[in-house]
């Protein structure tokens, strides 16, 4: 009997609930939340949240190398055929083994003054993504400033930051780390 | 390519609703608490059409989850009963248990009734009773508002099995990637496709009524903030300055982000009003400051800051002002996140070369270092504050990790394809 009346009392409390999930329905779910697995309820999964949800890839800069670079960016013994800059663990400085590289493509950027780049700085995976974008990036105006201090001019460049989201190497070790932390110079 | 989004999507939904292993997801328990409460959810009686959810193991699943309950495995239990009538109190003091749940549920035409039992196993008092409704495809949520009505009567602090999570998945399509930001349940399922792009997305922030997502997206090819309805689908870019827009973190008004541009030379903290686009700096120097996070009553902003040489995290007044340090223990601590009472700071912390997840007791100051992997990442905490969930990557297999808060227990959902990042819980 105390049983019954307890049931009685939940019972209204249910009716409480029940509304509560209708109204988490309405104020904070998705448009899609109630779809199924059937073609119709999927349509309206499509209308609801999906719409417009792909981003184009057709309307950003051109990509890696669209210009049309001389035989010398392809010669294994010119500098110019290396167009990818290593750093350190947490460093944004040259390494001197790059200087000489750095400054062969200033050279050629000065005496291109047409000639634009993108110097593209990413990080290893290790630690936290929005520091390795910030590490990105001063790895690449690192390159920037060498570049600038002899004698390409600021409208010639663009830097970008991608942080650890797009490794060339995807293992998770330091041979793969040191692939990864770089910066790319795209000829545009 | 919605087309084969679409396909994708209800390739998923189909799979997920025969066995949790094959769907893309695996949930595993790589670490157990000892003092975990003995319940027992007993399958619930079903009538009618019920589909391919047990609710039974969906609310097992969520409290031996929790690291607060042992659940007691179906094959063990000696009845099944699911009338409170019909339970004999012996049989379940006999397995050790100190509590246990029964239920029913009743399909007719697309709805559930849904009525369960909590008992107090020892003296076999009734503790709850409830009867719920469930519209078509809601009996996962429905499971999961049971497993958050035990929880709550059992623990006195509320359940938060009904949230959602938003992560940001990597996989190889063509020649390149696809990125995808997808909102799922807390415990990975449903998963949702809210933007893709073949360049990447970053750093999901729930905006506080759970309505809005605030991301970074590189399909320009240079880093936006985007502020996106989920309801709705719509967005708009809010931050497209030169250099980095990144790391939004709502205020606790929701009025405003906190966000790092590099705009004016090395990366610096700003808020950014959202109804008028105002734009405030909050620090300066040469430094990389960034991963701006609010105190829960708006008065504090912690960031990432190199400005003693490694990151570490420091604390400013929201208005602006003097900055003051806050971690001193390990060559890396970077990204907090408060807990919703503001009394802890969770943080990627990392010494000799790992990164793991670390809280921070507020008040005083002590640090616990609560995850094992070596590249553990972008920690949230669950809006209860009992847990905390992070992005985890061991021997090359990407997942998303959930840990109690005190480091007893540690569950992993781990995705079949691709990696999955930057997981944030919903508030």
Known sequence: ?188 | MILITRVFVIGLLASMFSVAQAAGLTIEITKGSQTAVPIAIVPFAQQGSIGNVKLSDVISADLGGSGFFKTLAEDDMLTKPSEPERVNFKDWQVLGQDYMAIGQVVGNGGSYNIQFHLFNVRNGQLLMGYRLTAGANELRRAAHHISDLIYEKLTGRKGAFNTRIAYVTRAARGNGKQYMLQVADADGYNPRTIAESPEPIMAPAWSPDGSKIAYVSFHTKRSEIWVQTLASGQRESVSSYPGINGAPAFSPDGSRLAITLSKDGSPDVYVLGLANRSLTRLTSGMSIDTEPTWSPDGSTIVFTSDQGGKPQLYSMPASGGRASRLTFQGDYNARGRFSADGRSLAMVTGNGGGYRIAVMDMASRTVNVLSEGNLDESPSFAPNGSMILFASNRGGRSALSVASTDGAMQQKLAFESGEVREPAWAP
């Not at chain 1, 942080?163 to 995807?170: A, I």
């Open chain 1, 1 to 188: 009997m105390r049983f019954n009346k307890t049931y009685l009392a939940l019972a209204m409390t249910a009716i409480l609930i029940t509304t509560g999930c209708s109204s988490t329905e309405e104020e904070g779910g998705l448009a899609d939340s109630t779809q199924g697995t059937d073609a119709s309820t999927t349509s309206g999964y499509n209308d609801g949240s999906m719409s417009g949800s792909q981003f184009g890839s057709g309307n950003g800069l051109a990509s890696g190398s669209g210009a049309n670079l001389g035989p010398e960016f392809s010669d294994p013994n010119n500098p110019l055929s290396k167009q990818v800059i290593y750093f350190e663990i947490d460093s944004s400085q040259v390494k001197q083994d790059y200087v000489s590289v750095v400054a062969a493509h200033a050279r050629y950027l000065a005496s291109h003054p047409n000639q634009r780049v993108i110097l593209a700085g990413h990080a290893d995976e290790r630690g936290s993504s929005e520091y390795n974008i910030a590490l990105g990036e001063q790895r690449s105006k690192s390159v920037e400033r060498m570049m600038r201090s002899q004698g390409v001019t600021g409208s010639q460049l663009e830097v970008v930051s991608y942080g650890e989201e797009k490794p060339v190497s995807s293992g998770h070790d330091e041979s793969a780390w040191s692939q990864n932390r770089r910066v790319e110079v795209g000829y545009q």
